[in-house]
C-alpha cells in the first residue's frame, strides 16, 4: 500500500493541511475569513511545492543511490511539519538571556538531531511510520469536523471556557450584539511617561498646575498618584489590556515573554482574556504600533493602514508566529511603520466608527528620542546627540512637552467626532535618569519607575463611576463605563521584575 511515490507525496500533503485544520479551532473557526483561509492555504501549498522541489534537486545529484525519494521527501514533509513548534520548543527548554542567539542554535541543533533520527526511523520501518502518520492525519480531521459540526454550540463552549479563573474579567461581561452608538475607548500609551510631579521637580515642565488647568478647559482629567502595576512594559500592556494580573508573586517562573504583550496579542492561536473581552463585547480592537513593533492583523487585530500587501503579509506572518520560518517570514514580509502611532496621535482619523478599542503605543518620551524641540519627528535625531545625562534630559523634556500640547489636540479631535468616546493617555510605567540627578531632585530611581502620567476623558454619565487606580483597573472602569460589564476591581498592586540575564528574571515579587 505505502510502496508507491503517490502514497508519501498523498501523505505529505496532508501533513501540510494539518497545520491549517488544527487552527481552524472552536474559537477560531467563527471569526476567521474565507480570505484568511485561502491565504493560509495558499501559502501551505506554495511551501509543500517548494519542498517538493527542494526534495527533488537534493535527492536527484547527491542522494539518488543512498535513500528512496518517497522515504526522502515524507522525512522532510515530516521536519518541516515539526519545524511549525520551534519556538514552542525554545521556550520549553531554555531562558531568553541577554545572548539569546545561543538559545536558537541549541535548539536547532536539537532539531537537526530529530531530523537524522527521523531519516532513520523512515528507512528502517518506512510502512509502520506512514500507517502512524495516517491514523495521526485522520484523528486531526475528525476533530475539525467535529468542530464544524458542533459549531452552534460555540456560545456554551464559551461559556464553559470563562469559567476558569476567579479574578477574570470577561466573566462579568454582558453581551453587547448591538455595536451602534457604542463608544470607542482610546487607550494612548506614552512610553516611559513620568508624572507631572516628577516631571516638575526635574525642571522638564516649568508649572505643574498651568499644564492641569489646561487640561481642565478641554475636560480632561489628570489623576495624581496613578499607578502602575508592573514595572516593565510587556507586563504593564497585558495588565492593562486583560484587565488582570498576568503574572504574580506565586506565578511559576516564565522563561521568555511570549505570555505578555505584544506577543499575547500576535498569537492568535493561543486564546486570552484580551480575546475573550473582544468576543463577548462584539469590538473590534485597533492597533497602532511603532518601531518596537508595528501592527500586524489576525482575526482580532485590526490595522489602520490600508496597505492590501501587508494586511495579506502578517496574516500569513502570524499564521508562522511559533515556527522557525518567522524569522524568514519577518525579513520578507513585514514593513515596520515606526511613527503609526505619534502620526494618528498627531491627526486621527474622522471616520472611526462605534464600539471599536484603539491602542496606540508610543515609544516616547523615552529613548529612542525622535521629537526635536519643535514637536518634528526627526528620523536621524538620536545620531545627533552626545552621550550626556544633560543631553538625554533635555531630549526627554522636549518629548514629554510635545506629547502634552498632543494630548489636548488629540482628545479635542477625537471629541470633536464623539463626544460619547472614552480616551485614557497614560505612561505604561515611569521613568529615572541616573541617581545622581534624581537624588538632587528629592526622587528615588526604582519608585519613580512606579509612578507614571495619567489623564483620561469620559462621558458625563460615567462621573459618579469609580475611577482607577491603577493600569489592571482601566479596562475594567472602561468596560464599566461604556455599559459592558458591572464588575469590581481587582486590588491594586505592585510588582517588581527583572530583565532577561537577571537570576530573578521569570519572577516577580510584590513591591513593599
Same mark, same amino acid.
Given at each position: 500500500?505505502?510502496?508507491?511515490?503517490?502514497?508519501?507525496?498523498?501523505?505529505?500533503?496532508?501533513?501540510?493541511? #494539518?497545520?491549517?485544520?488544527?487552527?481552524?479551532?472552536?474559537?477560531?473557526?467563527?471569526?476567521?475569513?474565507?480570505?484568511?483561509?485561502?491565504?493560509?492555504?495558499?501559502?501551505?501549498?506554495?511551501?509543500?511545492?517548494?519542498?517538493?522541489?527542494?526534495?527533488?534537486?537534493?535527492?536527484?545529484?547527491?542522494?539518488?543511490?543512498?535513500? /528512496?525519494?518517497?522515504?526522502?521527501?515524507?522525512?522532510?514533509?515530516?521536519?518541516? %511539519? %515539526?519545524?511549525?513548534?520551534?519556538?514552542?520548543?525554545?521556550?520549553?527548554?531554555?531562558? /531568553?538571556?541577554?545572548?539569546?542567539?545561543?538559545?536558537?542554535?541549541?535548539?536547532?541543533?536539537?532539531?537537526?538531531?530529530?531530523?537524522?533520527?527521523?531519516?532513520?526511523?523512515?528507512?528502517?520501518?518506512?510502512?509502520?511510520?506512514?500507517?502512524?502518520?495516517?491514523?495521526?492525519?485522520?484523528?486531526?480531521?475528525?476533530?475539525?469536523?467535529?468542530?464544524? #459540526?458542533?459549531?452552534?454550540?460555540?456560545?456554551?463552549?464559551?461559556?464553559?471556557?470563562?469559567?476558569?479563573?476567579?479574578?477574570?474579567?470577561?466573566?462579568?461581561?454582558?453581551?453587547?450584539?448591538?455595536?451602534?452608538?457604542?463608544?470607542?475607548?482610546?487607550?494612548?500609551?506614552?512610553?516611559?511617561?513620568?508624572?507631572?510631579?516628577?516631571?516638575?521637580?526635574?525642571?522638564?515642565?516649568?508649572?505643574?498646575?498651568?499644564?492641569?488647568?489646561?487640561?481642565?478647559?478641554?475636560?480632561?482629567?489628570?489623576?495624581? +498618584?496613578?499607578?502602575?502595576?508592573?514595572?516593565?512594559?510587556?507586563?504593564?500592556?497585558?495588565?492593562?489590556?486583560?484587565?488582570?494580573?498576568? #503574572?504574580?508573586?506565586?506565578?511559576?517562573?516564565?522563561?521568555?515573554?511570549?505570555?505578555?504583550?505584544?506577543?499575547?496579542?500576535?498569537?492568535?492561536?493561543?486564546?486570552?482574556?484580551?480575546?475573550?473581552?473582544?468576543?463577548?463585547?462584539?469590538?473590534?480592537?485597533?492597533?497602532?504600533?511603532?518601531?518596537?513593533?508595528?501592527?500586524?492583523?489576525?482575526?482580532?487585530?485590526?490595522?489602520?493602514?490600508?496597505?492590501?500587501?501587508?494586511?495579506?503579509?502578517?496574516?500569513?506572518?502570524?499564521?508562522?508566529?511559533?515556527?522557525?520560518?518567522?524569522?524568514?517570514?519577518?525579513?520578507?514580509?513585514?514593513?515596520?511603520?515606526?511613527?503609526?502611532?505619534?502620526?494618528?496621535?498627531?491627526?486621527?482619523?474622522?471616520?472611526?466608527?462605534?464600539?471599536?478599542?484603539?491602542?496606540?503605543?508610543?515609544?516616547?518620551?523615552?529613548?529612542?528620542?525622535?521629537?526635536?524641540?519643535?514637536?518634528?519627528?526627526?528620523?536621524?535625531?538620536?545620531?545627533?546627540?552626545?552621550?550626556?545625562?544633560?543631553?538625554?534630559? /533635555?531630549?526627554?523634556?522636549?518629548?514629554?512637552?510635545?506629547?502634552?500640547?498632543?494630548?489636548?489636540?488629540?482628545?479635542?479631535?477625537?471629541?470633536?467626532?464623539?463626544?460619547?468616546?472614552?480616551? %485614557?493617555?497614560?505612561? +505604561?510605567?515611569?521613568?529615572?535618569?541616573?541617581?545622581?540627578?534624581?537624588?538632587?531632585?528629592?526622587?528615588?530611581?526604582?519608585?519613580?519607575?512606579?509612578?507614571?502620567?495619567?489623564?483620561?476623558?469620559?462621558?458625563?454619565?460615567?462621573?459618579?463611576?469609580?475611577?482607577?487606580?491603577?493600569?489592571?483597573? #482601566?479596562?475594567?472602569?472602561?468596560?464599566?463605563?461604556?455599559?459592558?460589564?458591572?464588575?469590581?476591581?481587582?486590588?491594586?498592586?505592585?510588582?517588581?521584575?527583572?530583565?532577561?540575564?537577571?537570576?530573578?528574571?521569570?519572577?516577580?515579587?510584590?513591591?513593599?
Amino acid at each position: 500500500m505505502f510502496t508507491n511515490l503517490k502514497s508519501s507525496l498523498f501523505i505529505s500533503l496532508f501533513l501540510f493541511l #494539518v497545520p491549517i485544520i488544527a487552527f481552524l479551532n472552536n474559537i477560531n473557526l467563527p471569526q476567521i475569513s474565507l480570505l484568511e483561509v485561502y491565504l493560509i492555504s495558499a501559502s501551505q501549498f506554495a511551501l509543500f511545492l517548494i519542498l517538493l522541489f527542494f526534495s527533488f534537486t537534493v535527492h536527484y545529484f547527491f542522494l539518488k543511490k543512498k535513500i /528512496e525519494f518517497k522515504i526522502f521527501f515524507l522525512a522532510n514533509s515530516t521536519i518541516f %511539519f %515539526f519545524l511549525l513548534f520551534f519556538q514552542n520548543v525554545k521556550s520549553l527548554l531554555f531562558f /531568553e538571556k541577554q545572548n539569546f542567539i545561543l538559545d536558537e542554535i541549541f535548539t536547532l541543533l536539537i532539531f537537526i538531531i530529530l531530523y537524522l533520527f527521523i531519516l532513520y526511523s523512515f528507512k528502517k520501518n518506512f510502512i509502520l511510520i506512514c500507517r502512524f502518520l495516517i491514523i495521526f492525519i485522520f484523528l486531526q480531521f475528525s476533530y475539525f469536523l467535529y468542530n464544524l #459540526v458542533n459549531i452552534r454550540f460555540s456560545n456554551e463552549f464559551e461559556a464553559k471556557l470563562e469559567q476558569r479563573g476567579d479574578d477574570l474579567l470577561h466573566y462579568d461581561i454582558l453581551s453587547k450584539k448591538d455595536k451602534k452608538n457604542s463608544p470607542n475607548i482610546f487607550f494612548v500609551i506614552l512610553d516611559g511617561m513620568m508624572t507631572l510631579e516628577s516631571a516638575e521637580k526635574l525642571k522638564i515642565i516649568k508649572d505643574k498646575k498651568k499644564i492641569i488647568d489646561t487640561f481642565s478647559k478641554n475636560n480632561i482629567i489628570y489623576k495624581k +498618584d496613578f499607578l502602575v502595576n508592573y514595572d516593565q512594559t510587556y507586563l504593564s500592556l497585558a495588565a492593562l489590556l486583560q484587565g488582570s494580573y498576568p #503574572v504574580k508573586e506565586n506565578s511559576n517562573k516564565y522563561r521568555t515573554r511570549k505570555d505578555f504583550f505584544p506577543f499575547f496579542i500576535l498569537n492568535q492561536k493561543k486564546d486570552n482574556n484580551f480575546f475573550k473581552i473582544l468576543r463577548k463585547t462584539n469590538k473590534d480592537f485597533f492597533w497602532l504600533g511603532n518601531s518596537g513593533v508595528s501592527c500586524q492583523n489576525n482575526i482580532y487585530i485590526n490595522c489602520i493602514s490600508d496597505n492590501k500587501k501587508l494586511k495579506f503579509s502578517s496574516i500569513i506572518n502570524l499564521f508562522y508566529f511559533d515556527s522557525i520560518y518567522i524569522y524568514l517570514f519577518n525579513k520578507i514580509l513585514i514593513n515596520t511603520n515606526s511613527y503609526e502611532a505619534i502620526n494618528f496621535f498627531i491627526n486621527p482619523k474622522s471616520k472611526l466608527g462605534d464600539n471599536n478599542i484603539y491602542l496606540l503605543h508610543i515609544l516616547n518620551p523615552h529613548p529612542p528620542y525622535y521629537l526635536n524641540k519643535n514637536c518634528e519627528i526627526q528620523k536621524n535625531l538620536m545620531e545627533k546627540l552626545a552621550n550626556k545625562i544633560e543631553i538625554e534630559i /533635555e531630549y526627554y523634556g522636549y518629548a514629554y512637552n510635545c506629547l502634552l500640547n498632543m494630548t489636548n489636540n488629540f482628545i479635542k479631535k477625537i471629541s470633536k467626532y464623539n463626544d460619547k468616546d472614552l480616551i %485614557f493617555i497614560m505612561g +505604561d510605567h515611569g521613568w529615572s535618569f541616573d541617581e545622581e540627578t534624581m537624588k538632587r531632585s528629592n526622587l528615588n530611581v526604582k519608585e519613580n519607575r512606579f509612578k507614571t502620567f495619567f489623564s483620561y476623558k469620559i462621558p458625563k454619565k460615567c462621573e459618579k463611576t469609580e475611577k482607577p487606580n491603577s493600569i489592571v483597573n #482601566v479596562m475594567r472602569f472602561a468596560l464599566n463605563c461604556s455599559g459592558d460589564t458591572k464588575t469590581n476591581y481587582l486590588k491594586d498592586l505592585q510588582y517588581i521584575s527583572f530583565f532577561e540575564g537577571d537570576k530573578n528574571y521569570g519572577k516577580v515579587f510584590i513591591k513593599n
